[in-house]
């Protein structure tokens, strides 16, 4: 069982649109990071959230942390194929690892 | 400024061998985490090492073992290889407390047939 769920599991969409990316959990998180992952390669560190109700940007790309830290989620807007790849959710419960989701595998067609 | 490096990318090994995978962490970083990440899933926690010593361990079996040396590179040793242990094994750096700003490498393939 995944301490963090992630939905949806794959989102295909046409270039231009907006898309949001959704992680859940029942445990509060001390901090929580987006990945983004291409085949065969590492994940790459988007951001790094740590207070209830943060948002960050980062160009097209906004992330949210809940109010209770429990939850978060990606939004793109004007997606672009680069976007591709598989996002991944991480928290950290206060120890000394990091916890994923099962990730969400996201194609932007041309 | 050199990140995560793993070597080696790609492996194959037959079911009961052993084998060794290395990484060298960020520069500037001292901690090193290692994750087994089976296709389609995410990344699962092995464990970490800090000041050459195993801080936490995750839920995998004493097959898997570790050791940080004083340079604070790292070396993630699979013994007794099974089908199940084929996956891409990531290694991780950060500073100090290691559960923020995790930097990964690019990853070893390891097939076991």
């Known amino acids: 069982t995944q301490l963090l769920e992630q939905s949806p599991q794959f989102l295909s969409i046409q270039e231009g649109e907006n898309l949001t990316v959704y992680c859940n959990s029942s445990s509060v998180f001390s901090s929580l990071q987006w990945y983004r992952q291409e085949p065969g390669e590492g994940p790459v560190l988007l951001v790094t959230?740590?207070?209830?109700?943060e948002v960050k940007k980062l160009k097209r790309l906004t992330f949210q942390f809940g109010d209770a830290r429990k939850d978060s989620s990606l939004h793109i807007t004007a997606a672009q194929p680069g976007d591709t790849g598989l996002y991944l959710c991480?928290?950290?419960?206060?120890?000394?690892?990091?916890?994923f989701g099962a990730g969400t595998t996201v194609t932007v067609r041309a | 400024d050199a990140g995560v490096t793993q070597s080696p990318t790609h492996l194959i090994k037959t079911r009961g061998q052993q084998v060794t995978l290395r990484c060298s962490p960020k520069?500037?970083?001292?901690?090193v985490s290692w994750y087994q990440q089976a296709l389609g899933q995410g990344p699962q926690f092995i464990f970490q090492y800090y000041e050459e010593e195993e801080r936490q361990r995750g839920n995998f079996p004493d097959r898997f073992s570790g050791h940080q040396f004083p340079n604070y590179s790292s070396e993630l040793n699979v013994n007794a290889l099974l089908l199940g242990d084929s996956a891409l094994y990531l290694c991780?750096?950060?500073f100090g407390t290691g559960t923020t700003e995790a930097f990964f490498g690019q990853g070893t393939r390891l097939t076991v047939v």
């Open positions: 959230v740590v207070t209830g109700g």
């Open positions: 991780a750096s950060s």
């Open positions: 520069s500037g970083h001292d901690t």
């Open positions: 991480a928290g950290g419960l206060g120890d000394y690892k990091l916890s």
